[in-house]
């Protein structure tokens, strides 16, 4: 069992909030990546890191920000949730062999 | 157009019985291709990882073949179990960039029926 978490797990949102979900791994990797996955279909690369103040946007356009302060902490932020944005979050980390350990992921639903 | 296809989309089999998953990609530069099983709710687990120089990579009951010349790879799964259940996702990682950019199939929803 990989040493990445996600908070919260489940979360529902009315429409127009600011949200953001936590992801933090204990295993001191640089890289890390939120991903979105609908049911059924493939990952999508939204954001990664390759460490501290390093921040990118990945394949999937998304309207989401992210920051990463602290090696350990990854958090994503959507400023005005819509339901379009209804998904599941998945964080990831990876060291020197660039396997990618997941964390539980967040399911998103905006109403 | 996703670069890694899966076959079947969904299988249902009984415990005990074998299976075979397949995985064709067309991911080029090739640098390695992994295998992960996803549990309803969970995120995705590596179970193995194969380089070019690679054909065949067991896991316990999980057995990966790869031949880089059709970019085909298989995950043959012995003697099933009701754990097994889950969705398998064939990731290809290219050397194009220093990320090592992963291209995800969709997963094979395996159902294993007591």
């Known amino acids: 069992e990989a040493d990445i978490y996600q908070t919260p797990r489940y979360l529902v949102i009315g429409t127009g909030k600011k949200i953001t979900l936590e992801c933090s791994q204990t295993?001191?990797?640089?890289?890390m990546y939120w991903y979105q996955q609908d049911p059924g279909m493939e990952l999508h690369l939204i954001h990664y890191?390759?460490?501290?103040?390093?921040?990118e946007k990945g394949d999937l356009s998304s309207e989401s920000t992210v920051s990463r302060i602290r090696t350990e902490h990854f958090p994503l932020t959507l400023e005005s949730a819509r339901p379009s944005h209804t998904s599941q979050y998945l964080c990831?980390?990876?060291?020197?062999?660039?396997?990618?350990?997941f964390g539980p992921g967040t399911r998103l639903l905006v109403l | 157009k996703n670069q890694v296809e899966q076959s079947p989309q969904s299988l249902i089999i009984l415990e005990g019985k074998n299976c075979t998953l397949q995985?064709?990609?067309?991911?080029?530069?090739?640098?390695?291709l992994r295998w992960y099983k996803q549990d309803t709710g969970r995120g995705p687990v590596s179970l193995t990882i194969?380089?070019?120089?690679?054909n065949t990579k067991s896991n316990g009951r999980y057995t990966a073949t790869l031949d880089a010349d059709t970019k085909q790879s298989s995950l043959h799964i012995t003697a099933s179990q009701l754990s097994d259940s889950a969705s398998y996702i064939c990731v290809v990682s290219d050397r194009g960039s220093t990320l090592g950019r992963l291209y995800f199939g969709r997963g094979t929803q395996l159902t294993v029926w007591p």
């Open positions: 990831a980390s990876s060291g020197p062999q660039e396997t990618q350990y």
């Open positions: 995985c064709n990609y067309t991911v080029s530069p090739f640098s390695n």
């Open positions: 194969m380089t070019f120089s690679e």
């Open positions: 295993m001191g990797h640089d890289k």
């Open positions: 890191s390759y460490g501290v103040n390093s921040t």
